[in-house]
């Protein structure tokens, strides 16, 4: 492949595999790396949790709850998980079902590694076959990215019942990290594709046909 479009192939799935990459690790490994998170105007009670909470956090293995000291509990649940929250006369509650679509971001990155790896191979075929890898993690990345929007979606619609709690839902870095990769990938699918035509069309011979004058054609043949 012309090294102007092996390059830039390969960057764009370098930065995707990074930020799919540090989005996995998520909370409670990278509290920053959240999904979701909801602020609350008023003070709430966890079940099981003295602390009032101030702040909830939704990542990909474990919520992060901060309390008004801003002291934060991340229990170590796992994918799948479920969040409840006790308001002044209803509780609300996050069913794991909502939850355990996030697991497909680490999917996501696994694949776009392999991508990555195809993407250095300068035979004709391994990149085509990195870029139809490119873009089955960019369809894998956009699925995640459709469980992020319905989690949340439904955070803030479920906590918007709490009555007297002023809660305030908004998204979180990780959510716009896996929209980042969706584009990413996107441009390095297309990027690696170009350049295998390109290449292609390099390394193709050309063959023209003689062209004869206009009069030869009424040029009578000798006879033997």
Do not use: E
Request: net charge positive; hydrophobic share 50%; aromatic share 12%.
């Amino acid at each position: 492949m012309p090294r102007a479009f092996c390059i830039p192939g390969a960057f764009f799935l370098f930065c995707a595999f990074v930020l799919l990459f540090i989005t996995s690790i998520s909370l409670p490994y990278l509290p920053a790396l959240d999904f979701a998170r909801t602020h609350f105007g008023s003070n709430l009670q966890v079940p099981d949790n003295a602390n009032a909470l101030n702040q909830i956090r939704f990542g990909i293995w474990a919520p992060c709850y901060f309390d008004t000291s801003d002291a934060r509990t991340c229990p170590r649940t796992g994918h799948a998980y479920s969040v409840q929250l006790q308001g002044q006369s209803d509780t609300v509650n996050i069913a794991a079902s909502w939850t355990r679509g996030l697991v497909i971001h680490p999917v996501a990155a696994g694949v776009t590694f392999i991508a990555l790896l195809l993407s250095l191979s300068t035979h004709v075929t391994v990149t085509l076959v990195a870029s139809l890898v490119s873009f089955l993690a960019a369809t894998i990345t956009l699925i995640a990215f459709a469980c992020d929007i319905a989690l949340l979606a439904w955070v803030k619609h479920q906590f918007n019942k709490l009555d007297g709690s002023s809660p305030r839902t908004i998204t979180g870095p990780g959510f716009w990290l896996t929209f980042a990769s969706f584009i990413l990938l996107l441009l390095a699918g297309c990027t690696v594709c170009f350049g295998r035509r390109r290449d292609r069309m390099a390394g193709a011979t050309p063959t023209y046909a003689a062209k004869r004058p206009f009069w030869s054609r009424f040029r009578r043949t000798p006879k033997v």
